[in-house]
């Protein structure tokens, strides 16, 4: 035992300190590491995974449609097979998932009703989030519990506090993992449309629709699979992305035409809304995902940022293009992370202060 574990830390340590771009790795709880899925990681897990234990699925704070894809197709597929489970997310959904099927057996984190659910848990599952505290305010409870934890993800640099991690930043989305991962524990025989259209359209949420963390075949593989449930494709596409209000149109027209900033040395373009025009535009969660993207069209911008005013503290979201990583950048100026393409953070500075911070860093991170 004692020699594995050591292994296990050699392996973790040489790939965080050394290689920032982890591959796919797997523990299982802190005694077996191995490169890909294996029959010996599912045969540990599944001598866990049985119908008298409780498990709890978990996504992240701000849940995009990958966590929340991810976690309802994790979770229709282990009730459809006879298992106690539940599932929570860390904070509201935003609008345009709210249609997703399953999203009525979701509970909201709170501090004063949760405890219970997470502390009765047996085995939690973690989807689309590296570490415990992406969940922000549930992370103080879900570190403490006592559970198996189960981490199915795509970020870099996971947390080594999880004791069975499958992990591949190759993977278009943790949603594309969460396919896997139901073919590899044998539950694919409960996979129906429900589920099939919760994980499409994670994998095409986090794919911007295809646009990017989409070459491999095997992410088309998972798709071939999925649409022969006869899930909607197009109305799927029409749900996500043309059920926005009218208000967040015309503060498309107004961050655009009015408040772009453009930093030709740097190729960075950045948008700052205050408190006050987010009440203005009625602006709801989830609404920026969208917005962040726009600037990209433009062929000499290959960083795009968007700071949006919160009451304690200017949220960030980085979108680039290429080999202009904005994970690195946001761990490093942002308190954040994400990925080299998609990355958010976090700015605990007024917000007249922010602007010059946000220029000063991206120079000095891309000169
Ligand atoms: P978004 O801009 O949509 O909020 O986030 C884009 C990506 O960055 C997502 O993959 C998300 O998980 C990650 N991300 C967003 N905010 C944070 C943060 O505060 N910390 C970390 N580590 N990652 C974040
Ligand atoms: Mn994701």
């Known amino acids: 035992m004692q020699k594995y574990n050591k292994i296990i830390n050699n392996v973790f340590s040489k790939n965080i300190n050394i290689n920032y771009d982890i591959k796919t ?3 299982g709880l802190n005694f077996t590491i191995v490169k890909i899925l294996t029959k ?8 866990i995974l049985t119908k008298e234990k409780k498990i ?7 849940p995009d449609g990958d966590s929340l894809g991810g976690s309802l197709g994790l979770f229709h597929v282990l009730k459809k097979a006879g298992f106690d489970v539940s599932v929570m997310m860390p904070s509201d959904l935003p609008g345009f998932m709210k249609w997703l099927p399953g999203t009525e057996n979701i509970f909201l984190y709170d501090k004063n009703t949760s405890l219970q659910a997470i502390n009765k848990a047996d085995i ?3 989807v689309d989030f590296n570490d415990e505290s992406r969940t922000e305010y549930a992370a103080e409870d879900l570190k403490k519990s006592k559970a198996v934890k189960v981490m199915l993800d795509h970020h870099p640099q996971p947390s080594e506090a999880i004791d069975f991690i499958f992990s591949d930043t190759e993977m278009s989305s943790a949603s594309e993992i969460v396919f896997r991962f139901i073919e590899m524990m044998n539950l694919k ?5 429900d589920t099939a259209t919760c994980i499409f359209t994670g994998i095409m949420t986090d794919t911007l629709n295809f646009s990017v963390n989409s070459s491999r075949p095997e992410t088309f593989e998972v798709i071939s699979e999925l649409l022969k449930f006869g899930i909607n494709k ?11 209000s009218l208000k967040r149109l015309k503060l498309i027209g107004y961050l ?12 960075f373009s950045y948008m700052m809304i205050s408190k006050k025009e987010l009440k203005e535009f009625n602006f709801q969660d989830g609404d920026h995902e969208g917005i962040v993207n726009m600037p990209l069209s433009v062929s000499d911008v290959k960083i795009s940022l968007i700071a949006i005013e ?11 293009k290429g080999n202009y990583d904005v994970n690195k950048l946001s761990r490093k100026y942002f308190n954040g992370g994400g990925h080299k393409n998609a990355a958010g953070g976090r700015i605990y500075k007024s917000y007249a202060k922010t602007e010059e911070y946000i220029v000063t860093s991206v120079k000095a991170f891309f000169s």
Not at 40 to 47: G, H
Not at 56 to 62: C, E, Q, R
Not at 258 to 265: F, L, S
Not at 310 to 320: G, P, T, V
Request: glycine content about 2%.
């Open 25 to 27: 790795y797997i523990c």
């Open 124 to 126: 939690i599952f973690y």
């Open 234 to 244: 197009d109305e799927i596409y029409d749900k996500v992305n043309n059920n926005f």
């Open 189 to 193: 025989k409960y996979l129906d449309k």
């Open 56 to 62: 709890l699925i978990s996504g992240h704070f701000n």
């Open 310 to 320: 919160n009451d304690d503290f200017i949220k960030i979201s980085l979108r680039s």
């Open 256 to 267: 655009l035409y009015e408040k772009m900033q453009i930093v030709p040395e740097v190729n």
């Open 40 to 47: 010996d990681f599912t045969d540990k897990l599944s001598k």
